[in-house]
């Protein structure tokens, strides 16, 4: 036995000199980065006080872009979730050829710039395209009209519910699905009492990560937009527009609810977090 | 309900993972089918449910062909391996699955599927506990309700995936018996799948011994260990050792020498014995060898011996000792097999 006894420190700790320098760092780096462009936001929207934000909300052009990116995340949100569940479903619980690569293709929205997800669709749809004069005769209009911007949006946010559910379901495996076919449930009983609650909270998640994007997308809808005041503005685009016109107040009152929205995802998903534990990402026990 | 199956073979990916299999169980029959990893032991019990689909081959429940049934409609109680109960579901929930999911038609009302749970749960030993989750289970408890859930529909057979795999030992062997008691009650036709062998010999009434995709031997505990037909038979149930000999004019010959054993046709084999069948002698005629090891095993004594080999490693065999006399290490021993069989190369 040796007489140099040191105090017992678990070998994945650190210094304490090494602990303050990491965390210091972080919080710097946060307070930098995220805080103080998040306070500015809110100081600069309510600069000229609580009626000049009020009143540059329910603007006309302001409203209505607000009613348009609601209702482009209304409609793109819930087929990213159809399509999320559906592809991950298929990854996770099948076996085919051209795997790998599907889950590569998933993945192609991030690994490239919006703006070309954009001009795609001016190519597939614009006036020099093959399907756009002919949707234009029977009357539809893709590019520069809602539809457009629900394409783009759809297109940019794809990724997010597939990506959160796949490697939970891969994870989780077939045995539940058999062991609920075994006992006499149809496919579809199966999915909606076993498979579906399984991954409830990772759906959850891709949800509010693929809302909030579809909510803040600008590159890929501000070149299918066309940014008609009133029309076919978002309000990302918006914000833009207004910035350029060197109205402050109103860009950063219009920014402040995206801000907020993005707030509200960060309590929801801290919410589920808690609640759940550690396993609200991921969902199993 | 009785199972025939007629020579099922089934392919993934090309790779035959049971060949020819052929097997007819009995009504009420309790059977293991017992055999290393990969010797397609699980893949027979999932074709008999129904969770996977045979290459070529027929298997029937009854007169009914079933072999193109889906698993729904095939009426089977299965266990899984971990159980499979569904984490989100109370214990009363995962019993009551099976019953909610029927056709409005043939569905029990509410009333009626919980007191078919609370039944199954006083079956199960588990009244008390509707109301807790699945992780709130120990390991055994969890295995008791995954065997209710699969009773609740009333199987007409019922199949067990390595029902005690994941459970400590002396859990294990409660469930063990249990699990006899209640087949013994309830005589529904049971299959489980196991690798360990003394569950597989304790439990069942037969032991479908399989290797490599083919069944070794079907028959008692008494016959698969008394009577092995095989040399796989023979190594992977119980302890024993083998030895290259020949017979010539009814003499059996190792290294050329007769070792006091005789046999009927003249050939050449493998001579293969367990420990506890062999008695130490002082007769030139017999095996011997230098004792390298000895150790105490339960309730005997097992000598290691190791015979000279003409210069290439020694062939090693062990043999039982009385406990009594231990022998000394580096000593030589004499013996010779009681019980032996000889099987062509």
Same mark, same amino acid.
């Given at each position: 036995m040796s007489d140099n006894r040191r105090t017992f420190r678990n070998p994945a700790d650190e210094s304490l000199v090494t602990k303050i320098l990491l965390v210091g760092l972080t919080l710097v780096f946060l307070a930098f980065f995220l805080f103080l462009p998040l306070v500015s936001v809110f100081v600069e929207a309510f600069r000229e006080g609580w009626v000049t934000y009020e009143e540059a909300l329910v603007e006309p052009d302001a409203w209505a872009a607000i009613q348009l990116t609601l209702t482009v995340a209304a409609i793109a949100v819930p087929l990213n979730v159809i399509f999320g569940v559906a592809a991950a479903w298929a990854i996770a619980k099948f076996e085919f050829k051209g795997k790998a690569f599907l889950i590569t293709l998933i993945d192609l929205p991030f690994s490239i710039s919006p703006v070309i997800s954009g001009l795609v669709y001016v190519l597939l749809f614009g006036s020099a395209s093959v399907l756009g004069p002919w949707l234009k005769t029977y009357? #539809?209009? #893709?590019?520069?009209a809602v539809p457009g911007i629900v394409l783009a949006t759809v297109f940019v946010t794809f990724p997010f519910v597939a990506r959160e559910l796949i490697p939970l379901m891969q994870d989780q495996g077939t045995g539940d699905e058999e062991a609920a076919l075994s006992l006499g449930a149809s496919g579809w009983q199966t999915f909606w009492y076993v498979t579906l609650p399984n991954v409830k909270w990772g759906l959850l998640y891709g949800v509010l990560l693929c809302n909030a994007r579809a909510m803040g997308e600008f590159g890929a809808v501000s070149v299918v937009s066309g940014r008609i005041r009133g029309l076919t503005n978002t309000m990302p685009l918006h914000v833009e527009i207004l910035y350029n016109e060197y109205n402050m107040v109103a860009a950063f009152a219009v920014a402040s609810l995206l801000a907020l929205l993005a707030l509200v995802t960060l309590a929801l998903k801290t919410l589920l977090e808690l609640r759940f534990g550690a396993g609200a990402a991921g969902g199993r026990h | 309900m009785e199972v025939r199956i007629n020579n099922i073979r089934k392919e993934f990916d090309r790779f035959a993972a049971l060949n020819d299999v052929s097997l007819n169980i009995a009504s009420g029959e309790l059977i293991a089918l017992l055999g290393p990893s990969g010797s397609g032991k699980t893949t027979l019990l999932r074709l008999i449910a129904g969770l996977d689909f045979p290459t070529d081959g027929k298997i029937f429940f009854g007169d009914e062909?079933?072999? +193109? +049934?889906s698993v729904q409609d095939r009426h089977v109680g299965f266990v899984f391996q971990h159980y499979a109960l569904f984490r989100h579901m109370t214990v009363a929930q995962n019993i009551g699955f099976g019953l909610k999911v029927r056709p409005s038609a043939s569905r029990p009302p509410k009333t009626e599927i919980k007191k078919r749970v609370s039944d199954l749960l006083d079956m199960v030993q588990l009244s008390g506990l509707e109301n807790r989750y699945p992780n709130q289970l120990s390991g055994g408890q969890r295995q008791r309700v995954a065997l209710a859930r699969a009773m609740a529909i009333e199987p007409r057979i019922l199949l067990l995936d390595e029902p005690f795999g994941a459970l400590d030992a002396k859990v294990r062997k409660e469930l063990r018996r249990w699990l006899r008691e209640f087949h013994d009650r309830t005589g529904h036709t049971t299959v489980f799948v196991t690798h360990d062998q003394e569950e597989a010999l304790e439990l069942a009434d037969r032991v479908v011994v399989m290797s490599q995709g083919k069944i070794e031997q079907v028959g008692s505990a008494d016959d698969v260990y008394d009577r092995p037909q095989s040399p796989f038979v023979f190594s992977f149930i119980g302890e024993s050792s083998h030895l290259p000999v020949e017979v010539k004019d009814g003499t059996v010959l190792f290294q050329g020498e007769p070792i006091g054993l005789s046999e009927g046709a003249n050939t050449a084999g493998d001579l293969f014995f367990r420990p506890e069948d062999v008695v130490l002698t002082d007769e030139s005629q017999a095996l011997s060898g230098k004792v390298t090891a000895c150790r105490r095993l339960a309730g005997t004594r097992i000598a290691e011996i190791d015979i000279a080999n003409n210069g290439h490693a020694p062939f090693h065999v062990e043999v039982e000792v009385p406990l009594h006399a231990p022998v000394e290490l580096g000593a030589e021993a004499r013996f010779r097999p009681t019980r032996w069989k000889i099987f062509n190369k």
């Open positions: 009357g #539809i209009e #893709i590019l520069f | 062909d079933a072999s +193109h +049934h």
